[in-house]
């Protein structure tokens, strides 16, 4: 494995040089499709993803080109931090400036993060006792989705590293509300909670991206699997690794779990599988196993390193890796973002790229 990392991280270094040359000045990459690059705005909430793949690619190569891009493209969201229209400030803001940070320990990128965690804050809503996801969205009320459980790292980060305490009361307070009314009996979860936003009833629980109401969509049980991961190394409390490991137990025993541990795009796709896979799922679900190791015992605690392993040998092989100046200089092929919404189906996507990395980086650090 010590091979195999050190080599993906060189051979990142050289694909995203190229993605860079690519990357207009004013815009994020996202995808590639019919060979165009796909780019967002910095409100878009995958802007952080390119600037932290970068310090996670700089932090192993200590490539100055790599550095300067990752440094403008800080710079470029940094007018993110006081950005309050919707939940996805800890995935723009944390991380970009936070591996920055841990990498620089640079003050400015703290204040940066400590601003950000505030902005987040504001969308808590006592009445929910839960963070609002979105403002607008279809027809919801009150919504709230599993993928919120990824945004608390930066207030509980914040709250213990300088920021008020308050930030810690919110993420804990929607972890709890979350175990409360997002998981089924077998730890799946759904993906959209419709709250009342008045009292806090359940209005509904629903789907945007997954395959339907009550299905498993794959992203969304690796956002739980992270999540409640993420809380007990920040919180310390049982009741999270306990619900972070019945979450992996059901990822990992389920029987549309394909042979190379990259999932298809939902789990309860009938079509299975003639369908989509999705490798931002997979390496989400990796970056989050080796974590939850950490935090476990004996044959569990070797079934996740094994099955993390797997996931990075599988993305690392031709299936999944792309070319060197190939894939418009993405890393990965293979991600499902939005299949109902008939979006950013079977391409590349910039989260799945920064997931692997992360899940190299762990493996390296944990394991070796
Ligand atoms: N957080 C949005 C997604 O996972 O597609």
């Known amino acids: 494995m010590s091979k195999l990392i050190q080599s993906e991280f060189e051979w990142a270094d050289k694909q995203y040089k190229y993605l860079m040359k690519t990357v207009p000045e004013d815009k994020m990459p996202q995808s590639f499709k019919d060979g165009k690059l796909i780019t967002k705005d910095i409100s878009w909430w995958c802007s952080g993803f390119y600037p932290g793949s970068l310090w996670m690619i700089y932090e192993q190569t ?19 931090k006081t950005f309050t229209r919707d939940h996805d400030l800890g995935f723009m803001m944390f ?44 027809d919801f ?63 509904n629980k629903k789907t945007f991206q997954g395959y339907a109401d009550s299905s498993a969509w794959a992203r969304g049980q690796g956002w739980a699997l992270y ?29 549309s779990m394909p042979e190379d541990k990259i999932p298809y795009w939902d789990f309860d796709d009938p079509k299975i599988p003639n369908v989509p896979r999705d490798a931002s799922a997979a390496a989400i679900i990796a970056s989050a196993l080796l974590e939850l190791g950490q ?29 060197l100046n190939e894939n418009g200089g993405f890393l990965l092929m293979h991600s499902t973002g939005g299949l109902p919404l008939n979006s950013e189906i079977d391409v590349p996507l910039i989260y799945a790229d920064y997931y692997f990395l992360e899940a190299l980086k762990r493996y390296k650090d944990w394991y070796l």
């Open 62 to 80: 200590k490539d100055p080109e790599i550095r300067k891009e990752a440094e403008k493209r800080l710079k470029m969201i940094e007018p993110n």
């Open 95 to 138: 991380c970009s400036f936070g591996n920055a940070y841990r990498i620089t320990k640079n003050p400015e990128y703290k204040n940066i993060i400590l601003t950000s965690a505030e902005s987040l804050s504001t969308r808590f809503r006592p009445n929910m006792q839960a963070i609002l996801s979105w403002d607008k969205m279809a």
């Open 141 to 203: 009320k009150g919504p709230v989705i599993i993928d919120n459980m990824m945004n608390l790292e930066m207030l509980m980060w914040a709250s213990q590293n300088g920021g008020s305490k308050k930030l810690e009361e919110v993420a804990v307070t929607h972890a709890n509300t979350t175990i409360k009314n997002h998981f089924r009996r077998d730890f799946s979860s759904y993906h959209v909670i419709d709250y009342d936003v008045n009292t806090g009833d359940v209005l």
């Open 227 to 255: 999540g409640y991961t993420m809380m007990y190394r920040l919180t310390k409390d049982k009741k999270y690794v306990m619900q972070a490991q019945n979450i992996a137990k059901f990822i990992l025993n389920h029987p």
């Open 295 to 323: 935090y476990s015992n004996g044959e569990e605690k070797q079934h996740y390193i094994d099955t993390a392993k797997q996931i990075i040998v599988s993305l690392s092989g031709e299936k999944y890796q792309a070319k």
